[in-house]
Nanobody, 116 residues
Framework: QVQLVESGGGLVQSGGSLRLSCAASGIMFSRYAMSWYHQAPGKQRELVASISSSGGNTEYSDSVKGRFTISRDNAKNTVYLQMNNLKTEDTAMYYC?????????WGQGTQVTVSS
């Protein structure tokens, strides 16, 4: 049974930092590309950052480039999202996704709230 469990969300002031984690089980984690998405109330889910299976390639949305860093530890089956200089517009539920070909798995999400 595949599980992706996000953690690390919370309430932080504007300009602060958070580190999200997504622990995977039930998959060969090192074969999967991993991504972080966020979804604000009333809005569509959007891609924030992605990382290749080896960790050698990363991509970011323009809104987070230079502030967020995605990384992974294949030995721990975990992907991370370091979020610095947080802004109120980063407030959203954050989800991780594992993808291999047509296989996709999602976590349940962790809430990030940034106050002004």
């Amino acid at each position: 049974q595949v599980q992706l469990v996000e953690s690390g969300g919370g309430l932080v002031q504007s300009g602060g930092s958070l580190r999200l984690s997504c622990a995977a089980s039930g998959i060969m984690f090192s074969r999967y590309a991993m991504s972080w998405y966020h979804q604000a109330p009333g809005k569509q889910r959007e891609l924030v950052a992605s990382i290749s299976s080896s960790g050698g390639n990363t991509e970011y949305s323009d809104s987070v480039k230079g502030r967020f860093t995605i990384s992974r530890d294949n030995a721990k089956n975990t992907v991370y999202l370091q979020m610095n200089n947080l802004k109120t517009e980063d407030t959203a539920m954050y989800y991780c996704k594992a993808k291999l070909g047509w296989l996709e798995y999602w976590g349940q999400g962790t809430q990030v709230t940034v106050s002004s």
